[in-house]
């Protein structure tokens, strides 16, 4: 099994930036691709990007060139800098990790198998 914790949310005026981390714990070798998923109030999960262990990244178009990815294996962190922020990024941000080796990065959530408890992110206008 994987454990993964998300930290990092908060409430941040619009133009602003966040950072949020993953902390992957437990059977992490079996871990390849990592993600960031959200979801607003009445929304459905949304994907927001994600990261192979090689790191090739791969982002919903709704966040493209606003949000980084990065991961540190060695340290088996997940990262994700928000930048220029929006209240329609207002969210539950959750991390989520894919033990199957797919020579892409999965866009589903049916693609990962462990997933954080989530934290929220208010941007506020």
């Known amino acids: 099994q994987v454990q993964l914790v998300e930290s990092g949310g908060g409430l941040v005026q619009a133009g602003g930036s966040l950072s949020l981390s993953c902390a992957a714990s437990?059977?992490?070798?079996?871990?390849?691709?990592m993600g960031w998923f959200r979801q607003a109030p009445g929304k459905e999960r949304e994907f927001v990007g994600g990261?192979?262990?090689?790191?090739?990244?791969l982002y919903g178009d709704s966040v493209k060139g606003r949000f980084t990815i990065s991961r540190d294996n060695a340290k088996n962190m997940e990262y994700l800098q928000m930048n220029s922020l929006k209240p329609e990024d207002t969210a539950v941000y959750y991390c989520?990790?894919?033990?199957?080796?797919?020579?892409?990065?999965?866009?589903?959530?049916?693609?990962?198998?462990?997933w954080g408890q989530g934290t929220q992110v208010i941007v506020s206008s």
């Open positions: 990261i192979s262990r090689g790191g090739s990244t």
């Open positions: 989520a990790a894919d033990r199957n080796y797919r020579g892409r990065v999965g866009v589903r959530e049916s693609e990962y198998d462990f």
């Open positions: 437990g059977r992490t070798f079996r871990i390849y691709n």
